[in-house]
């Protein structure tokens, strides 16, 4: 642990894995700190000569509103990409809560790396502490798919029907990804809380203690079963929709050979 000045963290070189500030966050955060609330310290990255922050960036800009000039830092051995990956998986369950448009961020970081970029699907998720649907909602974005808005309102926009072959198309939804997680989310917390007034509910330290350490070892191995899960879907359709291209690009060839021959 390290008091750093606040003026010697390095905050603009691409750490910051939010879309944006919540400012209201910060305002609560710098109340509290006048009234002499204690916070986690902020986690930076030092390279010899910078320190780049990875975690914090709600608790620095508090401090600074509060009127101070330092801040207690757990400091850790690292360069500037360290502290990018680490940002990405940041406040996956603490802090100020992620939005969507801050999830989104964390994953195109690791996707448009060089060498993140080549990641799993499901390690990406794991890593960001979102969906491997997520993950893959915004790879297709980036490959030019159906655009994920990033507005504050998360309304969806309206698109026009598509018109193919004389078929009338439905637009694609493209925030199913977005309204999947959310209900996950609310489930998963929903779970916690049950599983909370059950393990409560034992008449002794040792049994809640032995039903705390298997309902958590039990939640994981179903976590990790979802993941394979949906990782096997994924490739499922990411097969089917290469494999109706091919098909498409055949009868294409085909058409053309039959007026070539004509």
């Not at 491997?132 to 909602?137: G, S």
């Not at 899960?229 to 055949?250: F, G, H, M, P, W």
């Amino acid at each position: 642990m390290k008091t750093l000045n606040l003026a010697a963290i390095i905050i603009d070189q691409g750490t910051q894995s939010r879309a944006e500030i919540n400012e209201d966050a910060v305002s609560d955060y710098a109340e509290a700190m006048r009234a002499g609330a204690q916070f986690p310290p902020i986690i930076v990255f030092h390279d010899g000569t910078e320190y780049f922050l990875a975690d914090g960036f709600h608790r620095l800009h508090a401090t600074k509103r509060a009127g101070k000039t330092s801040i207690q830092a757990d400091v850790r051995t690292g360069t500037l990409r360290d502290a990018m990956f680490f940002s990405a998986g940041a406040n996956g369950d603490h802090g100020a809560r992620k939005t969507n448009a801050d999830k989104r961020k964390s994953v195109r970081m690791l996707l448009e790396d060089f060498e993140w970029g080549e990641m799993s699907v499901n390690d990406i998720a794991a890593h960001c502490h979102v969906s491997p649907q997520l993950v893959t909602a915004v790879k297709l974005e980036m490959e030019g798919g159906v655009k994920v808005s990033t507005v504050k309102t998360n309304a969806p926009k309206k698109q026009r029907p598509v018109k193919l072959n004389n078929v009338i198309e439905p637009p694609e939804e493209p925030f199913v990804a977005e309204q999947d997680e959310a209900v996950q989310e609310l489930l998963a917390e929903n779970q916690r809380l049950a599983d909370k007034l059950a393990v409560n509910a034992l008449p002794t330290e040792e049994e809640k203690q032995a039903a705390g350490d298997t309902i958590a070892e039990l939640r994981e191995q179903i976590r990790i079963l979802e993941i394979e899960n949906q990782s096997l879907k994924i490739s499922r359709d990411t097969y089917q929709r290469e494999n109706a291209e091919l098909k498409k690009t055949v009868q294409s060839l085909q058409r053309k050979l039959k007026k070539e021959e004509v």
